[in-house]
């Protein structure tokens, strides 16, 4: 997995509040309901991002956008439409044709939960999902061909999470050998070290201890488990943005061609609570469920 193919993927901030006030149960016409913007969604990121199709992913009738956004192209802020928070959306009203009662995949990622329903105006509730996705609805009872509404809420499901481990490999210069008629560097494996964030640490900046020692002058591999990071080219998450990185499993960023990508690259970093698609478990628990170090990754 090439770290570029990241960059500027993911824009985490803190939490805020939202409104709850409700509209008033008699005079004047209610203004007209906001609608979510579509687009083209990465599904990376903490935005709060849906993707729905009428068949399997990408066949068929579909729908992509951000369910609590007012912007199709946020920058700076989460940018959350408080007229989206908690609102139902019918799924005639996103796409007229072949969406309402005729889904059968989605996926939900960032930090928001959304309910699905049989029938119009959110009622008669079917499941909700958070950081899910299901290619194949038929497979679950009496909920393909049904979905008719839904509605999203903000959340990061902090009551949820424990903690996460960032674990490093560092490399050191073993020899050097010709390949193509230039000099290339043999790398054998050099210090690993583990980094446990609690509940107290989300959020935090955190340093890689001792960079500037010879040793970690090259990094091969970072693993993530249990939470989503952002990684930075400056001490204190400053300076130039690495990429982000990680969800609820496991997660393991290396360079495919050899470790010189990381080398000097990453000073600091900055974990939150997990984003995106767990494919694979996390592998940083013992047999007691405590914190341990993941199996090595092959250089």
């Not at 570029?4 to 993927?9: L, M």
């Not at 203004?31 to 709060?48: K, M």
């Amino acid at each position: 997995m090439h770290i570029s193919s990241f960059i500027n993927s993911l824009i985490l901030l803190t939490p805020f509040t939202l409104p709850s006030a409700a509209l008033p149960a008699s005079g004047p016409d209610p203004p007209v309901q906001a609608r979510p913007p579509s687009g083209t969604v990465n599904h990376l990121d903490a935005y709060c991002q849906m993707s729905l199709w009428q068949h399997s992913p990408g066949k068929g009738a579909s729908w992509s956008g951000w369910p609590l956004s007012f912007s199709v192209n946020p920058k700076d802020g989460f940018n959350i439409d408080e007229n989206l928070n908690n609102q139902c959306v019918n799924l005639f009203e996103l796409n007229p044709s072949g969406l309402a009662g005729e889904l059968s995949s989605y996926v939900v990622t960032g930090w928001c939960e959304c309910e699905f329903f049989a029938r119009v105006e959110c009622l008669e509730s079917l499941f909700s999902a958070y950081n899910r996705r299901d290619d194949s609805l038929w497979d679950r009872n009496n909920v393909d061909n049904r979905i008719q509404s839904y509605r999203c809420w903000y959340t990061q499901h902090e009551n949820e999470f424990d903690w996460c481990s960032v674990t490093w490999q560092g490399v050191e210069p073993d020899s050097f050998k010709m390949i193509g008629g230039r000099k290339q560097v043999i790398w054998e494996r050099g210090p690993r070290w583990q980094d446990v964030i609690d509940k107290t640490r989300v959020g935090v900046c955190r340093s890689i201890p001792h960079r500037d020692r010879e040793e970690w002058q090259a990094i091969s591999s970072v693993v993530i488990n249990g939470c989503t990071c952002n990684f930075y080219s400056e001490e204190g998450c400053q300076g130039r943005g690495l990429g982000s990185f990680g969800n609820a499993g496991n997660t393991i960023v290396k360079d495919s061609f050899s470790p010189l990508f990381f080398e000097r690259g990453i000073r600091s970093y900055r974990c939150f609570h997990p984003v995106g698609i767990a494919d694979i478990p996390r592998t940083d628990y013992d047999v007691g469920g405590h914190p341990d170090m993941p199996p090595e990754v092959n250089l």
